[in-house]
Each structure stands twice: as structure tokens, then as C-alpha cells.
């Protein structure tokens, strides 16, 4: 049997993407799906928002869509509610893989101990520094000479998880909160289909546990670092 062949018969990495805006990373992936590039499979979007542009990406990739809106009929959807639909939708796709994608609202521990699958989350600084929002513009403030971007294992606390990999560029004297936001995007772009491709060959564990990864793989400890500037 010809390599090409045996790759052929690795089964698909089942992806569920939870979004909350554009979807541009949601994009990178069913680009990479659809091109082959990628050996998974994108089983479904979750949106907390009915307007988001992912959601239109994800229709015309033919990717079922669920939108657990946080403001249906102007009534505010409590976390909880959110919770108990999207668990059990995630169930009956039966991902390997969960991924927060821009995906915006802080989840329990119950749900994520709970999950269908681990779950991972991209994260715009270079974590351990800078969690939560407005992370370019505070890395401005602050006179940071690097900034990036970080995929980490979701867990209770926010932005806390073990960081898996991470892409750094070098912060420009004339960089603006939004030139900084551009280019750290163009690194997520490439951050998050290398991650997936690790995940999806076994070369990177999903256990919290920095020294199973050691134990488990040739590669250097964690977070395995791309640098990318531009
Ligand atoms: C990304 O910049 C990510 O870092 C942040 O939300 C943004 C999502 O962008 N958490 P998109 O929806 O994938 O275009």
C-alpha cells in the first residue's frame, strides 16, 4: 500500500467550533478541511450570537450551525441555559475536539470537566501575560517588545490551562491597538492549523500535564513556539 493510500485511511479528527464573530479562524479551518490540508472533520458551529459572520461561513461550508443566541427576544440567556443545550448538541456530534474559536462567554467547570470532548482555546497575548480582553492595547501600554498568540487546554480558570503553543511578532514602534490586532491574527491563522495538525497526528497530548507531553513525544517542552514576524 502507497503512503498516500495509508493517509487516506487515518480517520478524520471530529471537530465542534464554539464561535462568537467573524469566524476567520473557523474559515482557516474549513479551508484546510475542504483542501485535504488537514485530516479532520468540522461536525458542527455553535454561535451565542445569531448575527455572527461564522455562522454564514460555517452554512456555505454546509457545516450544521447551532445559535444559542445570549439575547433571544430580548431576554438574556443565562450561562446555565447556554450550558445545558450546548452540552448535550455537543454530545450527539461526538467530537474528538472542541475548539474556542473567538468565542466569547466564560464557561463552567462543570461544563468543561463535562465536555464531549477536551476543549482548546486561542487566546490573543502570549500567555501567561495579558488574559482576559483588550490584550493588544494593554501590551502596547505596557512597552512589550513581543506579542502573539496562545492556544491553551480550557479549564474552570479563565485563560489559565496548559498553554500548547504559542506565535510571537515583535511589537512595532508605529503598531496601533488595531495594526497590532491585525497582524496578531495573521499568526492565529497559522497557530491554530498547526496545533489542530499536531492534536490530530497524536504528536501533542490534551492531558493538563505538561510532563505526560515530555513523556509521550519527541517534541521540545511546552508551549512549542512559532515565531512569525512579518
Ligand atoms: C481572535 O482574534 C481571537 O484571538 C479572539 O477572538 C478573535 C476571533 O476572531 N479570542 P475570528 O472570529 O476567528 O475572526
Known sequence: MSIDNASQLIKPLRIAVLVSGSGSNLQVLINAMQAGALPIEIVGVISNREDAYALTRAKDAEIPVVVLSHVASGKRMGIKTFETHASSQLASWQPGLIVL????????????????????????????????????????????????????????????????????????????????????????????????????????????????????????????KLYLND
Not at 103 to 128: E, G, K, T, Y
Not at 135 to 145: C, D
Not at 210 to 218: D, R
Open 101 to 224: 474559536a473567538g468565542f466569547m462567554r466564560v464557561l463552567s467547570a462543570d461544563f468543561i470537566d463535562n465536555a464531549a470532548a477536551p476543549m482548546i482555546n486561542l487566546h490573543p497575548s502570549l500567555l501567561p501575560v495579558y488574559k482576559g480582553l483588550d490584550t493588544h492595547q494593554r501590551a502596547i501600554q505596557a512597552g512589550e517588545r513581543h506579542h502573539g498568540c496562545s492556544i491553551h487546554v480550557v479549564t474552570a480558570e479563565l485563560d489559565a490551562g496548559t498553554v500548547l503553543t504559542q506565535a510571537l511578532l515583535e511589537i512595532n514602534q508605529k503598531d496601533t491597538a488595531d495594526s497590532l490586532q491585525e497582524r496578531v491574527q495573521k499568526l492565529e491563522h497559522q497557530l491554530l492549523p498547526w496545533t489542530i495538525l499536531l492534536l490530530a497526528k497524536g504528536a501533542l497530548s490534551l492531558k493538563d500535564n505538561s510532563s505526560s507531553h515530555q513523556k509521550n513525544t519527541f517534541l521540545p517542552a511546552l508551549p512549542l
